[in-house]
């Protein structure tokens, strides 16, 4: 059968604004769409051919998606492995890659074992070791970001520690003897980066341009593109993430966040799958992430990532959407999840600000103010 042909349904495990966008850039392509999420108005379900609202723990739900698919793929780190696993014979990005990137000690660890460097930090997995980094701490304190190993997304599950005295108050009031933490020494960064790589399963890599990410309380808020970084920097991130995508031996998308201070680059976190940072490429480049990760999946030849435009991306948060004017957005390109309530800190759109220049950008940002 023609290639094109093979594949013809794409299950999506996750019916957010990724899973959303995944949907849209599949259909134009003309794959019919299943999402299996619980949630009745989850942002995907209005875009896909069927909806499976099921548990993501169902097993007979994923046992159908397996039946009714031709090629499987999530949207989100945090799906079961049970059901990933039932999954796997359609699941290009396996559900091994699931496994390193829902526990921030297994993801440390595999990037350093690609011989990466991340910020120093210390495992606390057990009482002791917790009494190891509090006598650690206490001889050393430094700013720490102390964070759930699992389950943590948009700053949530983390606590920022000044001194000794905030550690005694988290030990306290949230400790869990059940749950694994990693303490993470702040480093103190010049900048943000993030790099999206895409990979078939013949072996082909894409980079797409490297983004310069603002955060506001450890949610994303801006993604600046191009990065203003040196060529020589802008190189080394890239290599970063061609290094990780072959060393994973990725088949979809691996998203990296990285720390910039002078030229060291250290990996703070990888997501394998689109990522906000990455929705520039929406408006800003020949092809979108959202594309190319499903002809990634597809194992199809990949699109071309060229920067067609200078752009900021703006996120729009739930507290934001009193403020947006479409007459101010003008001819900048705002894009909504088609979610129905409006809570604060939840992604809700974003807006892609494009213009001849960075510069212009910025000054076309001010005049949409929305915060
Ligand atoms: P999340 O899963 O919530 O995105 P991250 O580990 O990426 O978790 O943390 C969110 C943000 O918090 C980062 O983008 C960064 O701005 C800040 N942050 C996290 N860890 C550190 C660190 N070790 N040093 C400095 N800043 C950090
Ligand atoms: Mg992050």
Redesign the pocket.
Known sequence: MNQFFAIQTIGILGGGQLGRMMALAARAMGFQIIVLDPEENCPCAAVADRHLKAAYEDEAACFELLAACDVITYEFENVPLSSARILESKLPQSSRLLEITQD?ILEKEAVRNLGLET?D?HIIRTREELDIFTNFFDQNPHK??L?TARG???????FVLSGPEDLGNFIQRHYNPDRAYVA??????DM?LSAIVCRNARGESKVFPIAE?I?RN???SQSIVPARIPESTRKKAEEIALHLAEGLKLQGTLAI?L?LKGEEIRV??LAPRPHNSGHFSLDACLTSQFEQHIRAICNLPLGDVSLVSPCVMLNVLGEDMDQLDREKIGKHKLHLYGKKEARHGRKMGHINVLENSLKECFQSLERISIH
Not at 152 to 158: I, P, T
Not at 184 to 189: H, I, L, N, Q, V
């Open positions: 921030r910020a930090y720490t970001f964070k943590g997304y948009d700053g949530k599950g983390q993470e020494k702040a480093f103190d960064f943000e990410n955060h450890q949610i994303l966040e720390f703070n976190e």
